[in-house]
């Protein structure tokens, strides 16, 4: 079967990657994600700076393999760590390389995409929209008005396709205003949906203690629990956003999974929780799980079902 896929003009020869901020902080776990299955790589969203991020524990796995709580706190090698992983990358691999950017301020995340833009590389440039706002405001994914601000700056500078990380939406009304956003800007070709649901609270029954240290234990949550909310994010986007495409992640862990979000719109399925816990080799496992169900089905493609999700 076949399951290579294209977003905003790179081709993949499988929809799957991991999800920003897993397996991408350094060099070496770029280079397993080149040897892995995986059809790409993103890297950790990047700031202007070097950043330590928070104290440990910052990221657990939940007990009962329902998913994760992590508040990491954007530790990341600053920007021309992954501007000069870019340019030294092999284009001619057969995996496209997405590069992650969350400015702590709009004056940043524009400086880090001239410098991009200057460097003209072919790597596909996404902007994760959970980066904080200004102190006090809600992120910029939760703030419509500033997402537009933001948008109408970056877009034009950036010229290429290039594609958005959102938070998840809850209220139907939002996936119309983001989406009415999103539509505004031809050259933004895709969102990826979602990033980790926000400030969850992990807590240990025996110790009576929060799970991670940082920020009261408030963390974002990610894994299986998150998925029918991704799906659901996933498919409104795809229903609202003619023309571009979807990313889906949120609670893949197998075949299936990654299966429904594709059903529900996904034209690439990245992995985060599962990926952190199993290791790239997670990649061919599921690729071989997707397949199985795929024949089982009877589908060559995953152009035959993307998006098919039916109602009753
Ligand atoms: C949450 C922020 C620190 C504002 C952005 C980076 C980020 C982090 C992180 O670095 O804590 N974790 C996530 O699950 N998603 C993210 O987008």
Redesign the pocket.
């Known amino acids: 079967v076949d399951l290579s896929t294209t977003i905003a003009g790179a081709h993949l020869d499988n929809v799957f990657f991991n999800a920003?901020?897993v397996w991408c902080q350094h060099e070496e776990e770029l280079q397993a994600l080149l040897e892995s299955g995986s059809g790409s790589l993103i890297t950790?969203?990047a700031t202007y700076e070097h950043r330590e991020?928070?104290p440990s524990p910052?990221y657990l796995p939940l007990p009962s393999g329902i998913g994760s709580i992590?508040?990491?706190?954007?530790?990341?090698e600053g920007y021309e760590y992954y501007l000069n992983y870019a340019r030294k990358f092999d284009y001619t691999h057969a995996k496209p390389l997405f590069i992650s950017l969350?400015g702590l301020s709009l004056a940043d995340n524009v400086k880090m995409v001239e410098a991009f833009v200057q460097a003209n590389l072919p790597c596909i440039l996404e902007v994760?929209f959970?980066?904080?706002n200004v102190p006090g405001k809600p992120?910029l994914g939760y703030d419509i008005d500033a997402m537009d601000a933001a948008l109408a700056t970056l877009a034009p500078l950036i010229k290429k396709p290039f594609g958005i990380?959102l938070?998840p939406y809850f209220d139907i009304a939002h996936f119309d205003q983001v989406a009415a956003v999103v539509n505004k800007y031809d050259n933004l070709a895709y969102v990826t949906c979602i990033?980790?649901v926000?400030n969850g609270l992990a807590i240990d029954l025996d110790t009576e203690t929060a799970l991670i240290k940082p920020k009261d234990g408030f963390?974002?949550l990610?894994g299986l629990m998150v998925l029918n909310t991704a799906l659901a994010n996933v498919n409104a986007f795809y229903r609202r956003l003619p023309g571009k495409q979807v990313i889906g992640v949120g609670g893949v862990v197998s075949g299936k999974e990654a299966f429904l979000h594709i059903l529900a719109g996904a034209s690439a399925v990245q992995i985060?929780t599962q990926l952190k816990e199993e290791g790239p080799a997670m990649f061919d496992r599921i690729k071989k799980e997707l397949t199985e169900i795929m024949e089982k089905k009877g589908y060559k493609s995953v152009e035959e079902f993307r998006g098919k999700v039916k109602t009753l």
Not at 70 to 76: C, D, H, K
């Open positions: 920003s901020g950790k969203s991020g928070n910052r992590n508040s990491m706190g954007l530790p990341n969350s994760n959970s980066c904080p992120q990380k938070p990033n980790s926000g963390g974002g990610g985060g």
